[in-house]
């Protein structure tokens, strides 16, 4: 059970980093970009932790407030409840 936790949530926060960097590659081309809902649904259903790494490692959205708070409360409150079903 465990371990597909681990891999679920590994899963999704690989899929929110890529997107968090393709976005910011296409704000730097000014392109059409990906739905700040769409990150923050990624967030919710478990990639939050992903969400947080792209935010820093690439510098991306750290400005907006949402992003800068909600991120990382949403992946505290991930690693919380995973900490509580692992133990």
Do not use: C
């Amino acid at each position: 059970m465990e371990i597909a936790v681990f891999f679920y949530v590994g899963v999704v926060s690989l899929i929110l980093l890529i997107l968090m960097y393709n976005d910011k590659q296409k704000a730097i081309k000014k392109e059409w970009r990906i739905a700040e809902s769409t990150l923050f649904t990624l967030a919710i259903v478990g990639g939050a932790i992903g969400g947080v790494l792209g935010m820093y490692l690439f510098r991306h959205k750290t400005k907006h407030n949402s992003f800068a708070f909600g991120l990382p409360l949403i992946a505290a409150v991930q690693i919380f409840l995973i900490v509580k079903l692992v133990s």
